[in-house]
């Protein structure tokens, strides 16, 4: 079935350090791909989405291209703030998994003033 | 705010007990996912509800049971429960069940401890 690979965490950065958090998928036919952020206390919130190869999904400052050659979906972020600190998921959707939303482990940011 | 509504936010047992978490998804939509997320084991699906029917099952254990009424919201019931159910249960639900460029909305969860 679908299934969703994620770097390990905790990842801590100083503000206004480059992020990256990777995420590699395996899956068949055309999935969508996703990441979600969770703030403490909270659900999931979508950050963002793509949908075919080649589509870079952006929300925030934070962007990832969807990736079929390599079957990755890498989120990105030029300069992070202490208010991006929160879990991150990778989440697929397609018809291999039924279509049901399938997550990585997720993967902790710190950010340090 | 997602729109999915999740009741208790927080919950505290025994071991044995029986418990039932209530979710109301965003208006409109006919799809509701169940998932489970510990420390250990990260978000796993658990059961997948659309328009009133089961549709799909995931990593449920056979102590805990759903269901999605006509007004659409589900409830999951967990039942002689142990220590090890203590996580966090989150629903999330979607418009379409069988497409996969929209997202799923999630409710805030609810935290079950068993004591």
């Known amino acids: 079935g679908d299934s969703v690979t994620q770097m390990e965490g905790p990842v801590t950065l100083s503000e206004e350090a480059f992020l990256t958090i990777n995420c590699t998928y395996t899956?068949?036919?055309?999935?969508?791909l996703f990441w979600y952020v969770q703030y403490p206390g909270e659900g999931l919130q979508l950050l963002l989405k793509a949908t075919k190869a080649d589509d870079k999904g952006s929300n925030k400052g934070f962007e990832a291209t969807y990736r079929k050659e390599t079957t990755s979906f890498h989120l990105e972020k030029g300069s992070v703030q202490v208010s991006d600190s929160a879990v991150y998921f990778c989440?697929?959707?397609?018809?291999?998994?039924?279509?049901?939303?399938?997550f990585g482990r997720g993967t902790s940011l710190i950010v340090h003033p | 705010d997602s729109g999915v509504t999740q009741t208790p936010k927080h919950l505290i047992t025994a071991t044995g007990q029986r418990v039932t978490l209530r979710c109301s998804p965003r208006?409109?939509?006919?799809?509701v996912y169940w998932y489970q997320q510990s420390l250990d084991q990260g978000l796993q699906f658990l059961i997948q509800y659309y328009n009133g029917e089961e549709r799909a099952k995931g990593n449920i254990l056979e102590r805990f049971s759903a269901q999605q009424f006509p007004d659409l919201h589900s409830e999951l019931n967990l039942s002689s429960l142990e220590l090890g159910d203590s996580a966090l249960y989150f629903c999330?639900?979607?418009?379409?069940?069988?497409?996969?460029?929209?997202?799923?909305?999630f409710g805030q969860g609810t935290r079950l401890t068993v004591v």
């Open positions: 989440a697929l959707r397609g018809p291999g998994g039924s279509y049901i939303p399938t």
């Open positions: 208006s409109g939509d006919l799809s």
């Open positions: 999330a639900s979607s418009s379409q069940s069988g497409l996969s460029n929209t997202e799923a909305f």
């Open positions: 899956a068949t036919g055309y999935p969508s």
